[in-house]
């Protein structure tokens, strides 16, 4: 961001300020979904929209996540360009009909003749306690689907950025944000600030392992990063941000600079993004990998309500620690 003036915001005041900027700039862009007007969203991030752009703008709806993404159909359709926050990644599977069939297949199915500019904003993720329906990280499930968008912003910056791009996208874009970053704060660029969907930053260059991190496990492993640094080790961290399109040349490029790669995503390990990612680096940096790509996530059970119990279930910057330095030990 050298020469970009910055004001330091919230994740959540990020996510707020493309929102404000784009409903200003095109009053095709609507809002919609549980509370987002009066109440101004559940984690503060359509908060005074409703009185700047107006209740035909800025929509309550039912609890009904399917009417939701439904109408959301109807209004790209329309020539609107709607922004659906579904409340919690969990409840995806109450419209997973609709974004599957409806919103990433449409395009396809009437020959290009519509388009879908469909933001899907919805909160993923465990930390805050919520128990084994309000805590899951389903992404691998909407980067599955062709004709659909999905990133993971980690940093308010990229919370802004990542948001601007979708919201002035043709193509369906889900936005997976992190309950635990909401209030982690950062320097954002002033005015417009864009970051392309499908590109991968190297957050932190190394030259002994590479992390390859998505979303809360960004932070993580920056963490660990700088504890492995007392060590003697410089780790690289590559915020993946993007999941489809997935950024392979970046991961690529930097596994194949170390030679030693972790993969760290909250979500659960088997048959998550952690394993797209895996196989596309091994794909295309085998030869300059010095051991097997390793993987961490969560344990695979559902996720405890317990305050006591939840944190042994997830990866953080502990597990990601010991995960790198066990890899250089077997490779030294």
Known sequence: MTGTTTTRMTYSQALN??????????????????DVAHYGGIFSVTRGLLDEFGADR???????????????????????????????????CLALDTIANGVAAFPFAFNGQVSMPIVVRT??????????QHSKSLEAWTAHLPGLHTVMPSSPADAK???????????????????????????????????????????RPGRDATVLALSRMVPEALTAAEQLARQGLEVEVVDVRSLRPLDTATLAASARR????????????????????????????????????????????????SPALEPSVLPNAAAIEHAVEQLVKRTA
């Open 58 to 92: 800025v929509l309550d709806t039912p609890i009904s996540e399917n009417g939701i993404v439904g109408g959301a159909i109807g209004m790209a359709m329309s020539g609107l360009r709607p922004v659906v926050e579904i409340m919690y990644t969990d409840f995806l």
């Open 161 to 203: 950025g990542l948001l601007t791009a979708a919201l002035r996208s043709d193509e369906p874009v889900v936005l997976v944000e992190h309950k635990l970053l909401y209030r982690s704060e950062g320097e954002v660029p002033e005015g417009d600030h864009l970051v392309p969907l499908g590109t991968a930053e190297v957050v």
């Open 123 to 132: 909160q993923g993720g465990a930390g805050i306690n919520a128990g084994p």
């Open 258 to 305: 170390t030679g030693r790669v972790v993969v760290a995503a909250e979500s659960w390990v088997r048959y998550g993004p952690s394993a797209e990612i895996a196989a596309a680096v091994t794909e295309l940096a085998f030869d300059d990998l010095r051991a097997p790509v390793v993987r961490l996530g969560s344990l695979g059970v559902p996720y405890p309500a």
């Open 17 to 34: 300020d493309a929102l404000r900027r784009e409903m200003a700039a095109d009053d095709r862009v609507v809002v919609l979904g549980e």
